[in-house]
């Protein structure tokens, strides 16, 4: 687990800002330069703003790193790890839906504050970066949020987002404004569907009438030229359903052009509704199985994210994507001799015995 | 409109595409999709052999979809009882500044699934808000066919695990294996024709 929030010492007091660490530039502007103590590991850097200093939490690389520093509280944030993959910007906390497995429950904060010192730091990023824009629901702050993919559109049209959303809130008149910006900028919806019952879906993300406007918002995002990303996590309730979710998708939502069938994150809600909601595909794989030959059969992009290579067989491995965040993936004992471990999506930090998967093992060939 | 089983019945499927189409039109297209990129997403090697391999019994499986099953079974509360959440819209024209309690949030916020610092769950209180409700599975009558289901399978041989009610990743490996054994579509759940091979009427 890789830490991405802790304490600073922050010479300068004033707002939030952004910078970014570059190893013996000049400091000026948004750029801080540093230097690693070989000894303590302490990072020191200097602004034109002034002095900063942290103890990381684990010792890392920092060069090319953009920080959101918070000199009133002493802390610092690492919002992008130059040497990752796995770079994600929190939009909000705030969501509408409240889904029974929610990794990350909502809380009512006002976090409109962020936006621009998100898009200073996202026009910082390395080129050709992908980013994640993450909730809550981003959505929610509709208007901030397509003004900062035009500002990042003009600045860094080499920018990738993948922006999860629940799809809830496009209307009519977005579908002009989100036209223009899929033309000038890669933009990839991630957007749950559970089921092809409403009722089933529905009662998964605990919100009446979801289902009906979230057919309607999949079809503006489609006449808006989106890249859409349907994405399913699989569980008790939903599991026996999923063939007939490959069938619906592949038959009314053919637009779409992939399909992340998502084993669960057993952390919030999830991990305190575990026993309601866990399924051991590995003991039961067949509902994933079928899934898989009908979205095959279909010509759907069918990937399977957070599935370890050992719970699914052995025809449908190349399904599995390294999908779970490097700061988060974590290898059990037993990966130790597995010889596929390397392109493995690995653990959740926070699998215990209790989300176990009965059959996991090391595959040797 | 309520969307009901959406692959129950073709027509409703058309009475919704009817409903979206006029908005695609004023959207300025039907004709959307075609030239997305597969850009993010690396494409999963060929697939083609569990393809024809399964390719037979998929298309006989696709003719020979169950609609009806006990696991959508007549018992969900209503969406009444959802308890009401509000719903978070924005906070309206209120200027926001970066005051203490809103930068606050970076600092004393849990970890969490997104990186923005880090993953606790959530606290203790919230997750009680999210009360369960009875799914379909936990109805009374759902758990008796269940257990029947259970113990029909364990007489014939099948390991379904503990004999619960529960409809649990092992019984239903139990199911799957049955139904093929038994020639019935197998689809995992506990179907009509699952019942009614087994001798079991359900409620």
Redesign the interface.
């Known amino acids: 687990?890789i830490?991405?929030?802790f304490s600073a010492d922050i010479s300068w007091s004033g707002?939030?800002i952004v910078v970014k660490l570059v190893f013996g530039a000049s400091p000026a502007g948004d750029i801080a330069e540093y230097s690693i103590c070989g000894d303590t590991g302490i990072v020191s850097a200097e602004h034109e703003m002034g002095k900063f200093s942290f103890i990381p939490p684990q010792s890392d690389d920092f060069e090319g790193d953009i920080l959101?520093l918070?000199p009133?509280?002493n802390?610092l944030?690492r919002l992008f790890r130059a040497n990752s993959r796995?770079?994600?910007?929190?939009i909000t906390?705030?969501?509408?839906q409240?889904c029974?497995m929610c990794?990350?429950?909502?809380?009512?904060?006002?976090?409109?504050?962020r936006f621009p010192l998100y898009i200073k730091a996202i026009t910082m990023a390395p080129d050709n970066a992908?980013i994640c824009l993450?909730?809550g629901e981003p959505t929610?702050?509709k208007e901030e949020l397509l003004g900062l993919l035009e500002d990042v559109a003009r600045a860094r049209p080499d920018i990738?987002f993948?922006i999860l959303s629940n799809g809830q809130h496009f209307v009519?008149e977005d579908?002009?404004r989100l036209?223009a910006i899929h033309a000038s900028i890669?933009v990839?919806w991630g957007i749950p569907l559970y089921a092809?019952?409403?009722?089933?879906h529905?009662?998964i993300v605990?919100?009446?009438?979801a289902?009906?406007l979230l057919?309607?918002n999949l079809?503006?995002l489609?006449?808006?030229?989106?890249?859409i990303?349907l994405r399913t996590v699989v569980m008790?309730?939903n599991?026996?359903?999923l063939?007939?979710l490959a069938?619906?998708i592949s038959?009314?939502l053919?637009?779409?052009?992939?399909w992340?069938v998502m084993a669960m994150?057993p952390?919030?809600?999830a991990?305190?509704?575990l026993k309601?909601l866990f399924?051991?595909?590995s003991?039961?794989p067949?509902?994933v199985h079928?899934a898989?030959?009908?979205a095959?059969?279909r010509d759907i992009?069918?990937?399977l994210f957070n599935f370890p290579r050992c719970t699914v067989g052995e025809?449908?491995r190349?399904?599995c994507?390294q999908s779970i965040?490097d700061?988060?993936r974590k290898y059990v004992d037993i990966c130790d001799t597995c010889e596929e471990r390397s392109q493995c999506s690995g653990f959740f930090?926070?699998y215990s015995e209790k989300s176990q998967w009965e059959q996991i093992k090391a595959i040797n060939l | 409109m309520r969307l009901k089983l959406p692959m129950k019945n073709r027509k409703l499927t058309a009475k919704v595409l009817k409903f979206l189409v006029p908005s695609l039109a004023a959207a300025g297209s039907l004709a959307f999709g075609a030239d997305t990129q597969p850009g993010k997403a690396s494409n999963p090697e060929s697939a083609a052999s569990p393809l024809l391999k399964n390719a037979k019994s998929l298309v006989s499986e696709l003719e020979s979809q169950q609609v009806y099953t006990l696991a959508q079974h007549s018992s969900h509360s209503s969406h009444g009882s959802h308890s009401s959440h509000s719903s978070h819209s924005s906070g309206g024209g209120r200027s926001i500044s970066i005051d203490d309690e809103e930068f606050n949030e970076l600092e004393t916020r849990n970890y969490s699934s997104t990186p923005t610092s880090s993953v606790l769950p959530s606290s203790p209180a919230l997750v009680e808000q999210r009360k369960l409700k009875i799914l379909p599975g936990n109805s009374e009558n759902f758990t008796n066919t269940v257990i029947q289901v259970q113990l029909a399978l364990a007489s014939k041989g099948f390991d379904v695990g503990a004999i619960d009610g529960s409809l649990h990743a092992r019984s239903i490996a139990a199911i799957y294996e049955y139904q093929s054994s038994a020639g019935i579509p197998s689809d995992g759940k506990l179907s009509p024709t699952t019942l009614a091979s087994l001798g079991i009427v359900a409620n």
């Open positions: 687990m830490n991405l929030t707002p939030p959101l918070d009133k509280r802390r944030q796995h770079n994600t910007l929190l906390e705030r969501c509408d409240l029974v990794s990350q429950p909502p809380r009512n904060t006002n976090d409109r504050w992908t993450s909730g929610l702050y990738n993948h009519e579908v002009p036209r890669s990839l092809a019952d409403a009722e089933i529905e009662d605990d919100k009446p009438m289902f009906n057919m309607k079809f503006l489609g006449a808006a030229k989106a890249q990303e008790a309730p599991v026996l359903e063939e007939r069938i619906f038959t009314h053919d637009f779409v052009g992939y992340a994150e952390v919030g809600y991990k305190a509704n309601r399924y051991d595909h003991i039961a067949q509902p079928k898989l030959d009908v095959i059969a992009e069918v990937r025809q449908y190349h399904f994507a965040s700061w988060k930090e926070w």
